[in-house]
């Protein structure tokens, strides 16, 4: 049975992009966008208008786990093309390219390590930390991990966490997050002087609400899920933790196409230079990568990850606020 670096090594030879795939989807995905959102300042019927923005949410999702996958280095590398049009889509979507990539690539180096910086991914407190905490400091933890602040993350998480904050806590470092958030600002209040409210609404506040709201929870859901594993510092390994820390989040095929195998997150967490259209392809060659657990889109699965907030050591599992009693 593989496991560790023989397991990682197994999936190498998926680790290899087929460029006409690479380009074929981005630009198809691209396409599309433009396409979705010029829509809904063009066609004349409101209900057309109001298809064509949930259309611009869908592929503004599906072309940021492209994003993502560049941002890897898994597609597309050396093309000048491809930089401008990633560079473009992530200011657009408010991931500044220092922040975003420092903070994603920290997740995934210390992907469910209890006692590791929070750079990158939700908090986690063990129930022992949060019977110590203050009262502040719980109110600030469950508000991080409440649903409210996925279903708000476009102002919460992007404009807020990915902007405001990165370039107050370091404004040399991040100046590019000042920029992207000029820039937004800029494009929203524009449209909504010069194209009306309603255009501004469905052709950009709508569509960004909807795809980082979807983005936050598939973050959660994939990290936060009954069975999950949290391990210390010193019994960490990075194998392990793709394995048992990242789930297998099992969608119908539209969705699967919408979140471009995002749902593999366990074999991306494992080898992130896999290109995300050879994720099954993967998870179906080793038996190994098969054993996921498994959640879904099904509303008694999310209730269950939403109500997960502190890792309990004794029972060694993630347990909700029901489970303990923090006025003690």
């Not at 929070?118 to 203050?134: D, L, R, V």
């Not at 998480?157 to 000042?178: A, V």
Request: glycine share 4%; aromatic share 18%; charged share 15%.
């Amino acid at each position: 049975m593989l496991q560790g670096k023989e397991l990682i090594l197994a999936t190498k030879p998926f680790a290899k992009e087929i460029r006409w795939k690479s380009w074929f989807y981005t630009l198809t995905a691209f396409i599309f966008l433009i396409a979705s959102l010029v829509g809904t300042y063009f066609i004349p019927t409101l209900y057309g208008k109001i298809i064509s923005s949930i259309f611009s949410a869908i592929f503004l999702t599906r072309f940021f786990m492209i994003f993502h996958d560049y941002q890897h280095h898994s597609i597309l590398q050396k093309s000048y093309i491809a930089n401008f049009i990633f560079t473009i889509y992530g200011i657009y979507m408010l991931t500044p390219p220092s922040i975003w990539k420092r903070s994603h690539d920290f997740h995934h180096n210390n992907n469910a390590k209890l006692f590791s910086a929070n750079i990158g991914s939700f908090p986690i407190m063990t129930k022992q930390k949060f019977m110590e905490a203050t009262k502040s400091e719980r109110r600030i933890y469950l508000a991080i991990r409440h649903p409210f602040n996925m279903i708000f993350a476009y102002v919460t998480m992007f404009i807020y966490g990915m902007c405001i904050q990165s370039f107050i806590s370091s404004p040399k470092r991040h100046w590019d997050s000042l920029a992207t958030l000029i820039i937004h600002v800029s494009i929203a209040v524009s449209l909504f002087i010069f194209a009306g409210p309603l255009t501004w609404f469905l052709a950009f506040f709508l569509p960004f609400f909807i795809s980082h709201m979807i983005g936050a929870y598939l973050f959660y859901a994939q990290h936060t899920f009954p069975g999950v594993i949290f391990k210390g510092n010193e019994e960490w390994t990075y194998a392990n933790a793709a394995l048992d820390s990242s789930s297998f989040l099992k969608m119908n095929p539209v969705l699967t196409w919408i979140t471009a195998n995002i749902g593999y997150h366990h074999i991306h967490h494992l080898n992130s230079r896999i290109p995300f259209y050879r994720l099954p392809e993967a998870m179906k060659s080793i038996t190994e990568l098969q054993n996921a657990t498994v959640t879904t889109f099904k509303l008694s699965d999310i209730i269950s990850c939403l109500r997960l907030k502190l890792w309990d050591s004794e029972q060694n599992r993630m347990i909700g606020l029901s489970e303990i009693n923090p006025s003690k």
